[in-house]
């Protein structure tokens, strides 16, 4: 698997944070509630993180880029945007709140991919 991928989608999600950070500030201020804002704000601040997650990914994929964990942990952090930061989205701006059922397995998936990414630099040879 090419480093380039999980570069490219570390700065791609990196991107949209910064848009989807900004229409939560700017946009959904006056619309949402504050619970509702800030469970926004959480898939923003989570989706984050694992953006600047998947450029480690890639960066750590250049060292070694035979490591299976390693790539594992990569799609686990975009598996886990979407469960996680997308599931938040969802709900604040739906007030759907059978969406939160969701949110766990991408908490789930994020601990699992930095628990992969920690063993896969490890062991990687």
């Given at each position: 698997?090419s480093?380039?991928?999980?570069?490219?989608?570390?700065?791609?999600n990196?991107?949209?944070?910064v848009?989807?950070?900004?229409?939560?500030?700017?946009g959904l201020?006056?619309t949402?509630?504050?619970?509702?804002?800030?469970v926004?704000?959480t898939?923003?601040?989570?989706?984050?993180?694992?953006?600047?997650?998947?450029?480690?990914?890639?960066?750590?994929?250049?060292?070694?880029?035979?490591?299976?964990?390693?790539?594992?942990?990569?799609?686990?952090?975009?598996?886990g945007?979407?469960?996680?930061s997308a599931?938040?989205y969802?709900?604040?701006?739906?007030?759907i709140?059978?969406?939160?059922a969701?949110?766990?397995?991408g908490?789930v998936?994020f601990l699992?991919?930095?628990a992969?990414?920690a063993y896969?630099?490890?062991?990687?040879?």
């Amino acid at each position: 698997m090419s480093p380039k991928i999980f570069l490219t989608l570390g700065a791609v999600n990196a991107f949209l944070c910064v848009a989807l950070g900004a229409f939560g500030a700017h946009g959904l201020k006056q619309t949402l509630s504050a619970d509702m804002l800030a469970v926004y704000q959480t898939g923003v601040q989570y989706h984050f993180y694992h953006a600047l997650g998947l450029i480690a990914v890639g960066l750590v994929l250049f060292q070694f880029p035979a490591s299976k964990w390693v790539t594992l942990s990569g799609w686990l952090m975009c598996a886990g945007i979407v469960l996680f930061s997308a599931s938040l989205y969802a709900l604040s701006l739906t007030g759907i709140r059978g969406l939160g059922a969701i949110t766990p397995l991408g908490g789930v998936s994020f601990l699992t991919a930095w628990a992969l990414l920690a063993y896969g630099s490890w062991t990687a040879r």
